[in-house]
């Protein structure tokens, strides 16, 4: 029941082998900050693209080139839908990423996907691994070891940190995401915090099955597998399972443990 497999479909997801076969649901975030300091990334123009400065005008990411934006057409359509377009005259530029105008990018090892926006006010600290057409909302703050797969949305002043979306998952305005997993097709009501860190000293630990199972983990946050969601202002506790299709309601607090596929937490 706490098995990455009883969790997640990851028969498409770009990073599979983050999540070994047997693992519990949990686990991938260990080896998270490794896999990304192994990962291979693009070495982005500092001219273009400074370190830790706004970014003074808009650029294009077009396959392995980094271009100014003035002289072409961008139209902003939705990014997850595909619909973030760029044209070089008649030509259209295919999975073109827009970096708008003061959006500040922190170290180099940051990669950005095809057709991805990212907006105005949006910092993003590396490690950093954003998939394919996602939307990196204004105000959004990445802190580092923040890796999403395709069609994300990384929201509206949302903080997320040492977390992973699977693809689909929307954390579209004010959360705060440590040390968490969010399942394909998830997504966050406005407001949705999870929580990462327990009060008392000691590793997150959970009640299954009978036993008291220790995470490992001095910090977790919540672990939603495919197809939660939360309301507006729902808050998890440290070491909060929801399995497949499990729902917590607007301004309620989950407790941690395991929560069965489709409960309704209120």
């Not at 299954?208 to 309301?231: F, S």
Request: aromatic share 8%.
């Amino acid at each position: 029941m706490l098995s990455v497999e009883a969790f997640f479909d990851l028969s498409s997801f770009p990073h599979r082998e983050l999540f070994p076969a047997n693992a519990r649901a949990w686990e991938p975030l260990n080896g998270l900050r490794e896999y990304m300091e192994a990962f291979a990334y693009p070495a982005y123009p500092r001219q273009l693209l400074p370190d830790a400065v706004p970014l003074p005008r808009p650029l294009i990411v077009h396959g392995d080139e980094l271009l100014p934006a003035g002289g072409l057409r961008i139209d902003y359509g939705d990014a997850t839908s595909g619909r973030l377009l760029v044209w070089r005259g008649d030509e259209l530029l295919d999975g073109a990423t827009v970096l708008m105008a003061g959006a500040v990018f922190c170290g180099d090892k940051i990669a950005i996907g095809r057709g991805v926006l990212v907006e105005s006010g949006a910092m993003v600290k590396s490690p950093a691994i954003i998939g394919d057409q996602c939307e990196v909302r204004q105000g959004a703050y990445l802190r580092g070891g923040c890796l999403t797969g395709r069609r994300c949305v990384l929201g509206h002043t949302s903080e997320v940190k040492n977390s992973i979306f699977l693809d689909d998952a929307k954390a579209g305005h004010f959360a705060y995401l440590g040390d968490s997993i969010l399942g394909n097709a998830t997504n966050l009501g406005a407001g949705t915090k999870f929580a990462n860190l327990r009060f008392l000293p000691g590793n997150v630990t959970l009640f299954h099955g009978g036993e008291r199972i220790d995470t490992g983990r001095r910090k977790l946050g919540a672990i939603l597998a495919d197809g939660c969601q939360t309301g507006c202002n729902a808050v998890t506790s440290p070491g909060t399972f929801m399995a497949k299709g499990a729902i917590l309601m607007p301004n309620t607090t989950a407790r941690g443990g395991y929560h069965p596929a489709r409960a309704i937490l209120r």
